[in-house]
């Protein structure tokens, strides 16, 4: 009873350990990667060639004054940003970051993941409505088609996965991908579900070129107009927190996680590959997986809603199902490497 | 059959032209040698504005203090919006005559628009522009200048 | 739901200043739009009746600040025209190389503004790069970078610097390149397209019963190019195509500014190395006092046709200035254009236009 207790502190400290680590991270290298493609430097003052910069930005968020506005619903305005935040945590679970280091490694770990990453939506939508503001209503609604959309076809992504492996466990999944990774095994409907599950999940993150719910130069900020302070910072952490967890479920399940890259039967070169510990091959993955998607918000413009639900049920749907039924043909024959 | 040919080929052209703009954005992110950001407090000394730049209005003088300014107002006149202002007074020439000169030359800074027609209407080049940019001041009377130094005169030969 | 009535404005990232434009939804789908004007009006008409002919210009410069050679130009013309006063030939081509070049500056910024306001936030810093190119060639022969007064009644104020020629010749071969870059981030972008075609359209007849003119009438068919239709200076001597599109919609308004980018690049092209030796301002008496009558010039800047009117007394002050902008006329146009679009179509709509709000309110 008490080691099981000391165990679970000693995992929440480590989650919201990184959680920490990770956001101050992501926005550093949001920022420099952002300025890197717009000819100009990032931030180069604040610390040692600026790395101290979100350290600042913290501080700054926690010292500015959290206004609720007037007519606002104050038990939904405040839990908002909690329900996000608790949605992005509870992903963390099944999550292998190395060899043996997985917190909850259930036997339908990829239906868990599906299941717990729709509960964001009840988040924005709760803040969109309570904020008592015109804009952040209209935000928060175009946010919540928005992303029910999508989750289809990063489903159905998943799902084409699930059906070359054939378990829903994910330490499985990792295991059968000793051989090569799923992405280059799986050949031709791999590479389709690779980019439909890219592009859903950029979607369902509401970053560009889907973000029409926080258009800068739109409605203001959308469904976070309202909120300032440390709720803002929650938000703002939530949503950097969020685009980790998708690439790295994309990681695991098209990259391999944290095995190494290892080519059919060549012993010697799998046995140097080796030598690189797991942990940085599962980052390593995740952080290209996270630059890709970052590559994709400095190039594009962005779409309207309807362009973006048009994409989503006319191009990414039917292609999906598709390929799902090609999946399982190969998967059935055993056409794959 | 040709439904499902267009449909094909609209992702096609789409998903190839997406990726050539992420080719070129993806090229300045690789080659840093285009950055063009200036450091700017750190790179004073390297700065060199061109000398036509339209910074602020001085009056150039010599190592024996003295100025080519005689007093004649042209330059109040011709500015657009007042602001120069000369006060003049009556300096006594060696052969007993009175002649105008130029007791303080007031320019307000904070008012001048930068336009140049003071100095196209000096008939004697007493004046011209300087390369400053840097006018920011905590206190707004500093901003109020007298640009003729104090115990300067006449330049000998100007008319 | 009933119908929404929204505040866009007057602080907001994409209108292109002070601009308040009170919208009425109904769900996401534009009923009405109505322009709130007046938020920077420092009344320069008025102004104007107290400042002498010379005086004048430096604020028709901060008027379209994007275009500010052009209209100094323009004020220019005026004078000229009501003294009678005879340009010489190598200040007409000075003139103009640098009405072309504010051109250029003016669409490329205009472009990097269109494509932040669309979504895509870096084709903004690419186009200030080049634009920082032509605003170092300015500094060095006007003095200035923005607002350049350079202009004066009889020609110009300075003679060209040494190294203008050579310069200008490196930018164009160095931006032609860069079109081409253009058309790869942007104008072939499938997002791009689809968020500007078959939006915001008008009609040839409305455009010019709206009064129109500039890049938005000529993508709806109306020729209008004022440097075709009444030439002034060099225009006459020089070859180039009015770039004439028949849609209508945004598209067809982006694509005629990118042409205009390249018919401006061979203007200067044709211009730059024939300019021929001479006096670079005309002979004017001091004071210049404009006979009784009213006198009227207009010019082609970036935006559309503007125009200066004066009536004068005989004094050497105006009695009354009308300036006549190009904006005013394509602002009224917007509510006409975004009926039944969408709210992110009022932005790309707005961003096409061009408007610059200072122009507007005067």
């Known amino acids: 009873m008490l080691t099981s207790l000391v165990e679970l502190t000693i995992v929440g400290i480590f989650v919201l350990t990184l959680f920490a680590v990770l956001g101050l991270v992501l926005v550093f290298m949001e920022r420099k990667v952002s300025a890197y493609m717009q000819i100009r430097l990032g931030p180069n003052r604040v610390g040692y060639k600026g790395m101290a910069q979100t350290l600042a930005d913290t501080i700054k968020l926690l010292v500015k004054e959290g206004l609720t506005p007037d007519g606002a619903d104050k038990f939904l305005f405040n839990l908002a940003p909690f329900i996000v935040m608790i949605g992005a945590m509870l992903l963390m679970a099944p999550i292998p970051f190395a060899k043996n280091s997985q917190i909850w490694d259930l036997n339908i770990g990829v239906l868990y993941i599906t299941a717990v ?60 991908q000793e051989t090569g990774w799923w992405l280059f095994k799986g050949h031709i409907p791999a590479l389709i579900s690779f980019v439909i599950f890219i592009i859903a999940v950029t979607a369902e993150t509401n970053r560009a070129p889907f973000d029409m719910a926080e258009a800068e130069s ?98 990414l749907l039917p292609i999906g199902m598709f390929n799902l039924l090609l999946m399982t043909i190969i998967a059935i024959m055993g056409w794959h490497f | 059959m040709s439904f499902i040919g267009n449909y094909i080929s609209t992702v096609y052209k789409a998903v190839t032209s997406l990726l050539k703009g992420m080719r070129r954005t993806g090229y300045y992110f690789t080659h840093h040698k285009e950055i063009i950001t200036q450091n700017y407090p750190e790179n004073r000394d390297e700065l060199n504005l061109p000398e036509r730049f339209k910074g602020e209005v001085v009056m150039p003088h010599t190592e024996n203090n003295e100025h080519r300014c005689t007093g004649c107002t042209a330059c109040e006149l011709a500015c657009p919006n007042a602001t120069i202002k000369i006060i003049t007074k009556f300096d006594i020439s060696p052969e007993g005559k009175k002649k105008k000169a130029l007791d303080t030359f007031i320019y307000h800074l904070e008012l001048c628009t930068m336009c140049n027609l003071c100095i196209q209407a000096c008939p004697t080049d007493a004046i011209k522009m300087a390369q400053t940019f840097e006018h920011s001041v905590y206190n707004r009377a500093e901003l109020t200048k007298t640009l003729n130094k104090p115990d300067s005169k006449l330049m000998e030969g100007v008319e | 739901m009933g119908d929404l009535i929204i505040n866009v404005g007057p602080q907001h990232p994409s209108t292109h200043g002070v601009l308040h434009l009170v919208i009425t939804l109904n769900g996401e789908t534009v009923k009405k739009v109505e322009p709130h004007l007046g938020y920077i009006h420092r009344s320069i008409e008025k102004m104007c009746e107290s400042l002498t002919y010379r005086q004048f210009i430096y604020v028709t410069s901060r008027m379209d600040y994007l275009s500010s050679h052009i209209n100094n130009h323009a004020c220019a013309l005026v004078v000229e025209k009501g003294l009678q006063i005879e340009v010489p030939q190598r200040a007409q081509y000075i003139r103009v190389i640098l009405d072309e070049l504010t051109r250029l500056a003016s669409h490329q910024l205009w472009w990097g503004a269109m494509a932040m306001d669309v979504g895509a936030i870096t084709p903004f810093f690419h186009a200030f790069r080049e634009r920082e190119i032509i605003n170092d060639i300015m500094e060095q022969t006007c003095g200035a970078r923005l607002t350049m007064n350079f202009i004066v009644p009889g020609g110009c104020m300075y003679d060209l610097h040494p190294d203008f020629v050579k310069r200008v010749k490196d930018f164009i071969v160095f931006f032609k390149s860069k079109l081409s870059e253009y058309d790869e981030m942007v104008t072939n972008n499938p997002i791009f397209q689809a968020r500007m075609q078959n939006v915001g359209s008008i009609t040839k007849e409305n455009a010019i019963s709206y009064g129109c003119s500039g890049p938005v009438a000529r993508a709806a068919g109306v020729v209008c190019d004022v440097r075709k239709l009444s030439p002034y200076d060099v225009y006459s001597q020089v070859e180039f195509t009015e770039a004439i599109e028949k849609e209508g919609d945004c598209f067809a308004r982006y694509k005629v500014r990118m042409k205009e980018m390249n018919e401006s690049m061979r203007i200067i092209e044709q211009l730059i190395d024939n300019i021929p030796e001479g006096e670079f301002q005309a002979k004017t008496k001091a004071v210049l006092k404009l006979p009784k009558g009213d006198f009227y010039s207009n010019v082609e800047t970036a935006r559309g046709d503007f125009g200066v009117y004066i009536i004068s007394e005989g004094g050497t002050t105006p009695y009354r200035i009308k300036f006549r902008s190009p904006g005013f006329c394509n602002l009224s146009a917007l509510d006409h254009m975004a009926r039944g679009n969408k709210i992110g179509d009022l932005v790309a709509i707005m961003g096409s236009l061009d408007l610059v709000i200072p122009d507007i309110d005067r």
């Open chain 1, 117 to 176: 990453s729709s509960i964001s939506v009840i988040g924005i939508l709760m803040a969109g409505w309570s904020s008592n503001n015109k804009y952040s209503l209209l935000g928060a609604m175009r946010s919540g088609a928005q992303i029910v959309s999508y989750e289809l076809s990063a489903g159905l992504a998943i799902i084409s996965i699930v059906i070359l492996t054939g378990s829903l466990k994910i330490s499985d999944i990792i295991a059968s």
């Open chain 1, 218 to 315: 739109e409605l203001t900020a959308g469904f976070h107009t309202e909120y300032s302070g440390m709720k803002f910072a929650l938000f703002f952490l939530a949503e950097y927190v969020n685009i980790f967890i998708v690439c790295a479920i994309g990681a695991t399940l098209f990259l391999g996680g944290w095995m190494p890259f290892h080519i059919g039967n060549w012993a010697g070169f799998n046995h140097l590959m080796d030598f690189i510990p797991s942990s940085i091959w599962f980052f390593g993955k995740t952080f290209f997986l996270i630059f890709v998607i970052m590559w994709f918000r400095w190039t594009f413009p962005r779409l309207r809603i309807d362009q973006l639900l048009n994409l989503e049920w006319k191009y």
